[in-house]
């Protein structure tokens, strides 16, 4: 049996019907902790094979023996986000550790380059990507600086190989920049009441979702797996081993920092 990075703690995950936050949930609650888990649908990856329900991704928390709150509505409300931390907090005791994982590139590609784009793609992208995270930290933070620790982890993207050359994905690699420059402001910040704040830039992950988009789009062909060091794209466990090692005390020295795990 794995060690219990986690043991005693608590996290939130959004995104959490999702291909990497679904396996964030489960790798954390084999970590030892109680998970809340939130989704604005957690069905909607079953439209591309992925879990049909939110009581699936729950019982990936209890299998392991921890508890779990299961929360679904949009993280861009800021009213939903703070019920559901005061709900988590309620539930477990405390809020350790959060995870952003909420969003994707949303938006169709073909209309997703930087000259033409339209404004209401850019909302729904920056509310989905970065105002999720920037809600739930104004709202996590307070409770964490309370117990005097916790840790953040948002999943950002744009680094490497994924950053398409044609232009496209415009508005969502700047929501995702968003997320990594106010990942720094954060840590430093609150680095002070010894909380930590760390980003994971995740490579191509194959999830039912972006693997059928990235038929769409041309990505994810053979020369772009060719590209990747490691000569495979990504798996959603291979995210939620670091957002393990960044949740965790093994990274108790480690803050305002991106990596990325893209295969090199
Ligand atoms: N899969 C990849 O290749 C890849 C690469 C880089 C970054 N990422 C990032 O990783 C994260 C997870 O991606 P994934 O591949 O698991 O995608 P996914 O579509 O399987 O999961 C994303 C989940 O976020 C939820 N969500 C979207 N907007 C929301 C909102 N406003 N409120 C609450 N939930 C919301 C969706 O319902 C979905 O369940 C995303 O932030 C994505 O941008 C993914």
Redesign the pocket.
Known sequence: MESQTLAGRAAIV??????????IASRLAKAGADVAI?????T??AQ?G?HASASEIAALVTAAGQRVVVAE?????RSFVESVVARAERAFDRVDVLV???????TPAEDSFASTISDADLELLF???Y??TVNFCQSAVPRMRAQGSGSVVN????VGH?VPRDGSLAH?LAA?AAVTSYTVSLANEIGQYGIRVNAV??????????AAQ?ADRGAGREEARERVALRR??D?DD?AKVVEFFAGDLSSYVTGQLLAVTGG
């Open positions: 959004t995104g959490a019907g999702g291909a990497i936050g679904s396996a939130v989704d604005r649908d957690f909607f990856t591309w992925g509505g949009d993280a861009a409300d952003n994982c909420a969003g994707g590139a949303l509310a989905a990507n105002r999720s999943i950002t993207s744009g994924l969502y995702k830039s995740p490579g191509l992950v194959m999830g039912p979702r972006t990235a794209f990504g959603p995210i």
